[in-house]
């Protein structure tokens, strides 16, 4: 099938026969080529509609190795479920033995066939090794999480000739599929599944909070049972050690199960291999909480989950009404406000749904000015607001209330220039607040519990740089940093590990790259459960403004218009608030299906809740 061919590609005609009326598209596996000579890229078709469902043909009869092994390249981007075309190159032993679901690797630009492959065995005639060969780009593992990767691919596939048959066939191989990068895009769709936060709860009633969990999955290979058997499965490795599901141990669909799709009452049953006496009613509700909002990815309008045990007992169902009122989900939360600093040294806000460019000073001291503020944090629940003052040297903590009183600074920092002390503070759902002390010289970060409590410094045991910026994910279970090192800085996101009675305090642990193509991130903001915008610039490049999810992976979609000299950038996690930004027009607001719209040209420090 087609495997990406970005740059420099050298196209071969008549390779995909399409059925459009059938949304089907079947790919001849063996055109001619030579088994000797160059490296070849095995190319792809057109990025097809999302409609279309891409099939592959079976070997040719007399195929030679280098035509088996470009067909068994394109079966593995095809839309088959069991990949059972990609199968029937390999010999018999070698298809029952491989395992397409152990990985994914994705290349830059397809794999490469070493088409002169080195004959072996006794009768070289009849067995030649041929080698893959490419440009890493990411791996997807077996719990379909996604990893950058970087550095060169190289794998060997064995070829044998049957001596009955005369046909070639492949008898060795790798376990995994190997792709191009469009292909992946192609093929793959990034989902959030959803588990609770080990030990955080909000709200008076204790309300679990959810943390997205982004996996892929085949797109149009039945991703809706896939997606509910990888949130059976259980959360991925990284953020393992700090969600909990609320399934029991070995819950799967029941034996059988394929097709999962909502009624035309966008109300969808999921048959478990769960007895009613296993699932108390507050255990369930939490399930099909996870269920829904997992599914909600994949299909906007589902309205309800109806979870079902063995003999087809009804175990519970869970309206997506109930289920915001069951969990704290941080993209369910549509902010009031927008919040900046105004040419006064201000704390001012503008409502979100505003189409005009008034603001006006907050309740309390931090809306009078007089403290150099540089940076400003608000609750979730807009009822507190943290700011830096003193020329970064302070770090404030007051409510929004007119008779409010400001108090002393709850940290400090004693970095030689305003650039060097407090970041730019971040709060989560549960009422805690973020923020790193930049001092090159002794680089800390802090949480003050409720923020009010004593700051407390968090261990960040495999930094290795400056942290820049802060910013704690809504659920509190994630932490992205802005890591400075060598000239460069990097988006790296972490796992939050709170005290578990061991004495052991609150660690920022499993550092990984959110964005390893862009070496100067000037700005970031949490848009989403795992989404966030990014200002950055590749090496030798110019500022852009992109999404990436918490993985590392970039999302398939238009970036945000183009905006000069970014220092800020404001998003939240509901999509429908517009975006805001300080550049070198001062405050700017980018509303859905507009353009950049200046709204104060003396503002800076533009901040949604949280």
Request: glycine share 12%; hydrophobic share 35%.
């Amino acid at each position: 099938m087609a495997a990406d061919r970005e740059r420099g590609a050298r196209r071969r005609p008549g390779r995909a026969v399409a059925y459009a009326a059938l949304g089907i598209v079947l790919l001849a596996g063996c055109a001619s080529m030579p088994d000797s000579g160059d490296l070849r890229d095995v190319e792809s078709t057109p990025r097809q509609d999302t409609g279309v469902r891409v099939f592959a043909m079976p070997p040719a009869d007399g195929a030679g190795p280098g035509e088996i092994m470009q067909g068994f390249l394109e079966a593995l981007t095809s839309d088959d479920p069991q990949y059972d075309t990609a199968r029937k190159y390999l010999t018999t032993d070698a298809a029952h033995t491989w395992r397409p679901e152990r990985s994914a690797t994705v290349l830059a630009n397809g794999p490469s066939i070493e088409t002169d492959c080195s004959p072996g065995g006794r009768e070289e005639t009849n067995s030649v090794t041929c080698v893959l060969t490419g440009s890493r780009v990411a791996t997807v593992d077996a719990q379909q999480a996604y990893q950058p990767a970087g550095g060169t691919y190289r794998k060997k596939l064995h070829l044998t000739k049957n001596p009955k048959s005369g046909q070639w066939r492949i008898d060795g191989l790798p376990d995994g599929v190997v792709m191009g990068k469009s292909d992946f895009q192609r093929n793959y769709k990034s989902v959030d599944k959803y588990y609770f936060a080990s030990d955080t709860a909000v709200g008076a009633g204790g309300q679990p909070v959810a943390v997205a969990d982004p996996v892929f999955v085949r797109g149009k290979v039945d991703p809706m049972t896939q997606l509910v058997r990888s949130l059976l499965n259980g959360p991925t490795a990284w953020l393992g050690p700090v969600v909990r599901s609320s399934f029991p141990t070995g819950t799967a669909l029941a034996k059988g199960t394929s097709g999962l799709a909502p009624d035309d009452q966008n109300r969808l049953t999921v048959p478990l291999n769960l007895k009613a006496s296993q699932v108390t009613a507050g255990k369930c509700t939490e399930m099909a909480t996870q269920v829904l909002f997992t599914l909600r990815n994949l299909t906007p309008t589902l309205d309800s989950v109806e979870l079902r045990g063995t003999g087809d007992d009804r175990l519970c169902e869970l309206s997506e009404e109930r289920a915001e009122s069951a969990a704290w989900h941080g993209s369910s939360k549509r902010p009031e406000y927008v919040y900046f600093i105004d040419g006064k040294r201000r704390v001012v806000r503008m409502q979100t749904a505003s189409t005009g460019t008034g603001s006006v000073p907050v309740p309390g001291p931090l809306g009078e000015g007089g403290r150099g503020l540089r940076s400003v944090a608000v609750s979730r629940d807009e009822h507190t607001a943290a700011g830096v003052g003193d020329e970064g040297a302070s770090l404030y903590v007051t409510s929004l209330a007119s008779d409010s009183s400001l108090g002393g600074p709850l940290v400090t920092s004693t970095g030689a220039t305003p650039e060097e002390r407090l970041s730019t503070p971040s709060w989560d759902a549960r009422g805690d607040l973020w923020v790193a002390d930049r001092d090159p010289n002794r680089t800390r970060l802090f949480v003050l519990e409720q923020g009010a409590e004593k700051p407390e410094q968090v261990a960040v045991p495999d930094l290795s740089g400056t942290i820049e910026e802060a910013r704690v994910a809504a659920d509190g279970a994630r932490i992205a940093l802005v890591v400075a090192k060598d000239g460069k800085q990097s988006l790296l996101i972490g796992r939050i590990q709170r005290d578990d009675g061991t004495g052991q305090g609150i660690s920022v642990d499993g550092l990984r790259s959110a964005s390893p193509d862009l070496e100067q991130v000037s700005a970031l903001s949490w848009a989403g459960d795992s989404r966030l915008l990014v200002v950055g610039q590749e090496q030798g490049g110019v500022q852009q403004m992109r999404y990436v999810q918490d993985d590392g992976s970039t999302l398939d979609g238009p970036a945000p218009g183009a905006l000069t000299s970014v220092k800020a950038i404001a998003a939240s996690e509901d999509e429908h608030v517009p975006l805001v930004a300080h550049s070198e027009d001062g405050i700017v607001r980018l509303p859905s299906g507009a353009q950049w719209q200046k709204v104060d040209k003396d503002g800076t420090a533009p901040v949604y809740p949280g």
